[in-house]
Nanobody, 117 residues
Framework: QVQLLESGGGEVQVGGSLRLSCSASMDISDWPVMAWYRQAVGKEREWVATANRVNMPTYSDSVKGRFTISRDNSKNMMYLQMRSLKSEDTAIYYC???????????WGQGTQVTVSS
């Protein structure tokens, strides 16, 4: 089972930036899906962004234009650069991966992001 470790969370003011990292314990090169999700207090977990094997990104409408997802296959890392943060971005952010077609999504433990005004 893969170990996924998120880091980079913290507290930032509205309009600020943070960069989240997700470190994987295995070679990610062939993984078809690496993604970020988030869950705010009292809300369902929601998808934020996905980077496929060739680093082609897709984003939810709520973060498009403000967040950038990327993966570095040589370092077994995935990142989420977050800019122009809003209070509604406050949540626990989770790294999630699908290592091969047909396998279940696997999750990290999450990192808290708090955006304060």
């Amino acid at each position: 089972q893969v170990q996924l470790l998120e880091s980079g969370g913290g507290e930032v003011q509205v309009g600020g930036s943070l960069r989240l990292s997700c470190s994987a314990s295995m070679d990610i090169s062939d993984w078809p899906v690496m993604a970020w999700y988030r869950q705010a207090v009292g809300k369902e977990r929601e998808w934020v962004a996905t980077a496929n094997r060739v680093n082609m990104p897709t984003y939810s409408d709520s973060v498009k234009g403000r967040f950038t997802i990327s993966r570095d296959n040589s370092k077994n890392m995935m990142y989420l650069q977050m800019r122009s943060l809003k209070s509604e971005d406050t949540a626990i952010y989770y790294c999630a991966v699908i290592r091969a077609v047909g396998l279940a999504r696997e999750w990290g433990q999450g990192t808290q992001v708090t955006v304060s005004s």
